[in-house]
């Protein structure tokens, strides 16, 4: 067993043994975990981001105590271990371990995920063309890609992608109308979305809730009235009754904030406020976060169903005149430059 590995296996281990303290008393065990935690953290981000959970828990009446607590005794345990160790270990301690060293040695920005929209279509790309992708992607570190299908085929078509490269941490972000009998095929490294704008979204939730499925919710924001909607906080107050461990806000269309966005805004006053027995997150945003903690400058990279590649600009995801198509990952991402914009 190589020192990554045993290092893996002992951090399984402590976490295992945290869920099981956690069950008997949740505060305590939260506490004594992240303090762990933060001890033995060995970059940036993870001190970052552990040095935050505990000025959150230091609230008695946190919420978070909460949806930690629910999510442990609702999600299914090894479910739970492999996506969070995939997500946590994978991506945000040795894969942002390596994106780092390959960005001095490169001397260019590499994301720490990639996000891939995916549809049905003669000229989409095959399955061959995903996983190159991917393995391209996890010689660079990248280890966390988020999935948007966009119809029932490519639902399926996203779920091969995930039994296929169980190191990888997935989240799908479900369409609409999910048939139910595809949840006995989801690994466990997959969280899924659900889209909260389709009419069975409750019903998608309850078989989730059913099978101990890790779940979030999710909702696109195109129009003024969707961002009224959302930061009024009357979005939040329909699902909250079946929240998952997230809700999610992805900004679509033509919705662009050059100057700030009003939604990051709520979804950050809503976390560090603690509004809600959930983590409220702006996809892009955050996304974009965390790509600068894990390496200073950020950049977002995404792949439209024909191999377009796109980037976030001026407060919109837009394709760019790049494919993956003709150019590897390698080379594709020697176009960000250091402050992490995409370079044509």
Not at 271 to 277: G, I, S, V
Request: aromatic letters at 10%; hydrophobic letters at 35%.
């Amino acid at each position: 067993m190589t020192g990554a590995r045993m290092k893996r296996a002992m951090t399984e281990v402590i976490v295992r043994r945290g869920f099981h303290a956690i069950r008997r008393d949740p505060k305590r065990a939260l506490r004594n975990l992240v303090d762990l935690g933060q001890e033995t953290a060995g970059g940036q981000f993870q001190r970052k981001f552990l040095g935050m959970a505990q000025q959150v828990l230091t609230h008695e009446d946190s919420l978070y105590y909460t949806l930690i607590q629910k999510t442990i005794q609702s999600v299914d345990e090894e479910r739970l271990l492999t996506f969070g160790m995939n997500l946590g270990w994978n991506g945000l301690v040795q894969g942002a371990k390596q994106i780092r060293t390959e960005e001095a040695r490169r001397g260019h920005n590499i994301p720490w995920s990639l996000t891939f929209h995916i549809e049905a279509g003669p000229d989409s790309l095959s399955a061959k063309e995903y996983l190159c992708l991917i393995r391209e992607g996890t010689e660079l570190g990248v280890y966390t890609y988020f999935l948007f299908p966009r119809d029932s085929p490519s639902v399926q078509f996203s779920i091969d992608l995930c039994q296929s490269n169980r190191g990888c941490a997935f989240c799908i972000m479900l369409p609409p109308g999910l048939e139910e009998q595809r949840r006995n095929e989801l690994c466990p490294n997959t969280i899924l979305g659900v889209d909260t704008s389709g009419e069975d979204w409750m019903e998608q939730v309850q078989w989730l809730r059913d099978g101990k499925y890790p779940y979030l919710l999710y909702r696109a924001y195109s129009t003024p009235e969707d961002v009224e909607d959302i930061i009024s906080g009357r979005w939040a107050e329909r699902i909250m009754p079946q929240a998952g461990v997230a809700a999610l806000l992805v900004a679509a269309g033509d919705m662009a904030f050059p100057k700030g966005s009003p939604v990051y805004e709520y979804a950050l006053d809503a976390r560090l406020k603690q509004r809600y027995p959930t983590v409220m997150l702006d996809f892009y945003h955050d996304n974009i976060y965390a790509d600068r903690c894990i390496s200073g400058a950020p950049c977002f990279f995404g792949v439209l169903p024909d191999g377009i590649v796109t980037e976030y600009c001026l407060g919109r995801e837009k394709p760019t005149i790049y494919s993956v198509r003709t150019q590897p990952l390698e080379e594709l991402f020697r176009r960000f430059s250091r402050s992490g914009q995409f370079e044509t």
